[in-house]
């Protein structure tokens, strides 16, 4: 068991909620300084529980919890406002970004500029801002802050600078191999990314049609191999939203 701690006034956002005994709740939450944890939240189902109604996604909130082991005790939570309710696509992809929270981030490994980002977007979501590039931008972050190794401006090998009008196949745990030293045998299904797109993801910028076509298709790439192949559920809601 973990040595016991009291955590004050600690800035979180919840991913996902679910009933626990008659009237509790287990809450994983998103934290700026204790990176993702369980709680729980004793009571929280009953009518008159001051946890009722503030546990809530997409709500930026102060919380405090106690406890030494896996699952903490929340003691206190205060909505902090300032963020729209989330509806429609945006309410989707923000479940989306939950999900990759709760699948890759590891329990109580903080990371502030994920955080960060993780904030932004949700604010983003809420001015309806474009969705993917809501999206994209997050999911760069995402592999970042985890120690993935996303070096986007350097050739794999030669560690030379991506050449703009070259082609790339983009090969995991290496980075962005030139496409002439490739040999096509070899490139099992991946997708060619231009050094344009890979220059523009870099810098954030995310201005073109075809960078942002380029990068879908390869964050998605990695983020499957780093999910072990198994499938997002607001990833199949979202595609089967589109198909209606």
Known sequence: MGQRQRIEQQPAWVLHTMPWRETSLIVEVFSR??????????????????????????????????GGGEVKTLVRAEWQGGQPLLGGRALLCGYYLNELLVRLAAREDPHPALFSAYGEAIAALGRNE????VLRRF?????????????????ADSGAPVQEGA??????????????????????????????????LA??????AETLAQAKQLLRMLI?????????????????LQEL
């Not at 474009?130 to 590039?133: G, M, R, S």
Request: aromatic share 6%; charged share 25%; net charge negative.
């Open 33 to 66: 300084d204790h990176g993702r944890v369980a709680l729980a939240a004793k009571g929280a189902r009953r009518p008159l529980s001051a946890l009722r109604g503030v546990l809530m996604a997409f709500q930026p909130l102060l919380m405090d919890w106690s």
């Open 130 to 133: 474009a969705l993917v590039v």
């Open 139 to 155: 999911e760069l972050v995402l592999l970042q802050e985890l120690g993935y190794g996303l070096d986007l401006g350097n050739e």
């Open 167 to 200: 082609d790339y196949v983009f090969m995991i745990e290496r980075g962005p191999v030139p496409l002439g030293e490739i040999d096509p045998a070899g490139m099992g299904g991946l997708d060619i990314v231009s050094g344009r797109t890979l220059l523009d």
């Open 203 to 208: 810098a954030r910028d995310f201005s073109r």
């Open 224 to 240: 499957n191999h780093y999910l072990g192949g198994q499938p997002l559920q607001s990833r199949r809601v979202l595609k089967e």
